[in-house]
Every structure is written in C-alpha cells, then in structure tokens.
C-alpha cells in the first residue's frame, strides 16, 4: 500500500506542488491506482498556503460513467468520498423526458415533454465538482485556479463538455464563473472540519428560478445526490422550476436578493404580474409574516385555543393562493398539540400525521432535521397514531 499519502491538515508543502508522484501517472482508472490514493482514480493535486492544505480529489467513474472533482482538505475528502458507494447505489431516475431549451428572458431552461404529477422525482442528479466554500480565502488566486482547473481537467470529458456548456453570469475565470452561476450550498459531512461546500450539479444547473416554482430541490448528503421533486402536477412542455432563495419574501426583496446573488432581475411570471397583484401578494406576504410571528411567540398569557386554529386557518388560505405549502410542518405541529391540550385526540391525530408527511416531503433528508421529525413522531405516540 502507498506511502503516497495526502497530507494531514497541518503538513506543509511547496504551493501548487503535488506532495506525492507516482511514476505511473497514466490517464485512466487502473487498479494500481485505485490501491494507491484509495477511492480516488488520480493523485490529489494539493496547495499549501500557511498551515492550510486544499486537494483536488477526483474519482473518474463515480455514477453512471460520471466523474466528480472534490476540492477540499484530505481530512474533509476522505470524509467526503465515504458517501460516495451509496452514491453509485442510489436509485437512477431517467432523464430523457428532460429536454434543455431557450427560455425567453432567462438563457435556456429545463422544460419536460411529459406531464409529471405532485410528488414525482424529476431529476436525481449527481454533483460533478464539489468544492469547500472557504477555500478561495485560504489559498492564492492563481492556487485557486490551479485546483480548479485540475478538478475539470480530471473528469471524464463528457463531463467536462456539460460544465463548460453551463451559463456564466457572474464574472470571474470561466470556472469560478460556472461555478458562481449554478453551484448550490450543500452541508456535507466532512469529518469535522467543518467548511461549507458548494456542489456543481449540471442537470439541476439549467433549472431556472421562480418565486411560485412547480418543483423543489434537496440535496441528500447520504448519497451526494441533489433531488428535484414535483410540488404540484407539471403538464407536458412546462418549464421545471425551483426557487434558488426563501419562498416567503416580498418581491422587492426577492428582486434585491437574486440581483445580488445571481445577477439577474427575476422574470418570473408572479415578479412580471401587474403592479395590482405583485401588491397584492406582497400583502399577503406580510400577513403570512405577522401571523407566523405571533404563533411562533406565543406565551402562556396570549394562549387561546381558538385564536390560535382563526390565525392558523388564515396562514394556510395564504399559503394556498402564495404556494407556500412546504412551509408549513411547523403549523400543523402547533394545532396538532392545540388538539391534544383540548382533548380532541382525533383531529390531534389527523395534524400530528400531516405534519409528519409534510417533514419527510419537504424536509427531511437522511434523517435530518432530526428534532423535529423525532417530536412529532413522539406526539403520534402519545397520541395512539
Ligand atoms: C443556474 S442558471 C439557470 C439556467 C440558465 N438560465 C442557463 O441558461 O443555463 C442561473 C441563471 O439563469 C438565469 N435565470 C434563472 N432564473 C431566472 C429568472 N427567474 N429570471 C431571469 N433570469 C433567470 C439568470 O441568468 C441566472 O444567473
């Protein structure tokens, strides 16, 4: 076995230098290789900068003949690469009912040739770059580069092709570019160094934003695999949307948010409705706001049951009409305990459940966030359900 090893968090190397050759560098994926840097098919290429070491990790055969560049620490990458069998595990959803093309005001977009209906996985995509978000920082620029350019250069070059086709609004190198454009925050386990990463997922990258999307992306850290899912019935040529910020915000804000973000004034059609309905939403907006507000700080002094289901009722109207659905486990938790402390063990039952659906439906990925689900789950039992 190698003596090749990267290096551990504090080992200092010649910036840009590789810290270990291999005579037998050869392009491919042979076994040899595969003993020698463990599950990664090239050498890590590493920068040191002070006590801080980033690599390029790059295995070529990750999921269905993709390839994936991880930019990282060893300590993070070592951690990192443990997903990476249940990755080429997971379940492979079809995407030829996908299609990319041009979206008016907004570069292209995905659109689907078939109707899709509420609940559906449309895409379960697998990252091609992963890289730690605090890199950038504690390395040069032309360090940066050089990881970056290693972590493409590495993958298979279909892969390749597809990244370098993706849209570049943000400036920068073209990779920076890309990867400032179209790549999502996603919390790995990365052995407790705890940087944040974000993660290039090219199929997912020509999903366009709205404000009222028809689906909704989560990343599943068990799998490394982003999932997009319908929120409602999608019919056939429909363009697939997600949004790429909160789906509460007022739409001054929202505007504000992806012109900083992403550089882009929303197109969407709730932000190109007339001024009439954008005020309109905005009101509702700030009811849906105030009302949270009031029955997330309720004390034993403003309890009243009945307040509590008038000021419920009103949050899921406007949830409704603002398709804010997803929102709103936290809700039918609440009136699921104003049940119980009332008696009504049946309708208890019935909220405690819709807020269990709505946890694994929207939120909860590998388990996580765990508190909530665990309560709830405690509350079903209590309840009998
Ligand atoms: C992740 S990419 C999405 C796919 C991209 N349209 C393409 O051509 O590949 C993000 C970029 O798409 C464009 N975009 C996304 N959503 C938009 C929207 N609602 N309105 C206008 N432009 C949008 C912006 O240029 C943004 O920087």
Redesign the pocket.
Known sequence: VSQCTPPDHNALAQPQAPLCRDDQNAPGVSESLRIKYGKWSHEPFCVTERTKVYCTHTTSDFRNDHGVSVIASPVAASAISSALSASKAARHISDQGLEVSDIP?????LTTKHAIRRGETILLDAPRIIASAQFPSHVTHSQGASLFSTALSQLPSPDRDLIMS??K?LGGTDIENIMK??AFACQLNDGGVGDAYMCLFPSV??????CRPNAHARFIPRTLLMEVRAVRDITAGEEISISYGKLDLPHAERQRLYKQG???????SSCTSTPYEIAGSDQRRARFARLRHMLENLTSETYDAQQIVAWEREVMEISAREGLDSLLAGDYERLAYVYAGSGMVGDARLWANKARESLMEWTVVDGGPENEIRRVEELLGELGG
Do not use: P
Request: hydrophobic share 20%.
């Open positions: 005001g907004k570069g292209k977009g993706l849209d609004s454009t179209n990258s020509r999903i366009n934003h709205a992403w550089n882009f004034t929303c197109t969407c």
